[in-house]
């Protein structure tokens, strides 16, 4: 379970994400949605623990994890996936040094043959095991975002962090992620991620969140947010392409209705 209360965030007194209090249950998939600049990224790498907020408190499975001890910080880590939207992938390292980091890191228990065959297996089901030994600068921007994804499942993670992973991605890239994103479902895992592939959002999302400006507006299942959400909410959902493919056609009479 995620929980934050009333979180935070500010920069040079300019609030960037402003009083959020939400509670993400486990085995949620919540897809994140909003327009450029809202805070969608900001607000999942606070979720992950990845950037500290400026005020409030983020519990995870009832932890706080601003306040708690090394190793029960390192326990939580190990349970949970990142991909970032630039990648941000370490340049001095080759592909598989890139991958390798995180299980030497968390299982250093792990024999190097053991690790090395967790690494390739992914490699080549990701058909990108030509680029084992290459380092990110000469990666095309697919192949580094693949890189990142991969890197953000290799733990086997129970709560995954996904922001736009369809971008700059092959059919064929899509297609792969969409496999693992159909195991990870099948397992319950929890799921946090945005998205412009409403197809993705339909199939994976069991809730939505929607923000502007720093701010969540609403939260909730997927189709009942879409059925009872504000006019202002309702307006940036609309903003999806293809929202059929999201809610229900009665739903969507009802949005365009307003």
Same mark, same amino acid.
């Given at each position: 379970?995620?929980q934050?209360?009333?979180?935070n965030?500010?920069?040079n007194?300019?609030?960037?994400l402003?009083?959020?209090?939400?509670?993400?249950e486990p085995?949620?998939?919540?897809?994140?949605?909003g327009?450029?600049?809202?805070?969608?990224?900001?607000l999942?790498?606070?979720?992950?623990g990845?950037?500290?907020?400026t005020s409030?408190?983020?519990?995870?499975?009832?932890?706080?994890?601003?306040h708690?001890?090394?190793?029960?910080?390192?326990?939580? !880590?190990r349970?949970l996936?990142f991909?970032?939207q $630039?990648?941000a992938? /370490?340049?001095?390292?080759?592909?598989?040094?890139?991958?390798e980091l #995180?299980? !030497?890191?968390?299982? #250093?228990n792990?024999?190097?043959?053991?690790?090395?065959?967790?690494i390739?297996n992914?490699l080549?089901?990701a058909r990108?095991?030509h680029e !084992?030994?290459?380092? #990110?600068?000469?990666?095309?921007?697919g192949?580094a975002r693949m890189?990142?994804f991969l !890197?953000?499942i290799i733990l086997?993670?129970?709560i995954?962090?996904? $922001?736009?992973?369809?971008?700059s991605?092959d059919?064929?890239?899509? @297609?792969?992620?969409e496999?693992?994103?159909?195991f990870?479902? @099948?397992? @319950?895992?929890?799921?946090?991620?945005?998205?412009s592939?409403?197809e /993705?959002?339909? @199939?994976y999302?069991t809730h939505?969140?929607?923000?502007d400006?720093g701010c969540v507006?609403?939260y909730?299942p997927?189709r009942?947010l879409?059925?009872y959400?504000s006019v202002?909410?309702k307006k940036?959902?609309n903003?999806v392409?293809?929202l059929?493919q999201?809610?229900a $056609?009665?739903?969507?009479?009802l949005?365009?209705?307003?």
């Amino acid at each position: 379970m995620i929980q934050a209360e009333n979180l935070n965030f500010q920069i040079n007194n300019l609030t960037l994400l402003n009083k959020v209090n939400l509670t993400i249950e486990p085995q949620s998939r919540v897809a994140i949605l909003g327009s450029t600049g809202c805070g969608k990224t900001l607000l999942l790498k606070i979720l992950a623990g990845i950037l500290i907020p400026t005020s409030g408190r983020l519990l995870i499975n009832g932890k706080d994890i601003l306040h708690i001890s090394e190793e029960e910080n390192l326990n939580i !880590r190990r349970n949970l996936g990142f991909m970032f939207q $630039d990648s941000a992938l /370490w340049e001095n390292k080759t592909v598989f040094q890139n991958l390798e980091l #995180p299980l !030497r890191y968390h299982h #250093p228990n792990y024999s190097i043959a053991e690790s090395t065959r967790i690494i390739e297996n992914l490699l080549a089901e990701a058909r990108i095991s030509h680029e !084992r030994n290459s380092r #990110p600068a000469v990666l095309s921007q697919g192949e580094a975002r693949m890189v990142s994804f991969l !890197r953000s499942i290799i733990l086997d993670p129970s709560i995954l962090f996904l $922001d736009t992973p369809e971008s700059s991605l092959d059919p064929e890239g899509i @297609k792969y992620i969409e496999k693992k994103l159909d195991f990870f479902v @099948k397992k @319950k895992i929890t799921l946090i991620f945005i998205t412009s592939n409403t197809e /993705w959002i339909s @199939k994976y999302s069991t809730h939505l969140l929607v923000m502007d400006n720093g701010c969540v507006l609403d939260y909730g299942p997927t189709r009942q947010l879409a059925l009872y959400a504000s006019v202002e909410v309702k307006k940036i959902i609309n903003k999806v392409q293809n929202l059929n493919q999201i809610i229900a $056609d009665d739903i969507l009479n009802l949005l365009e209705g307003e």
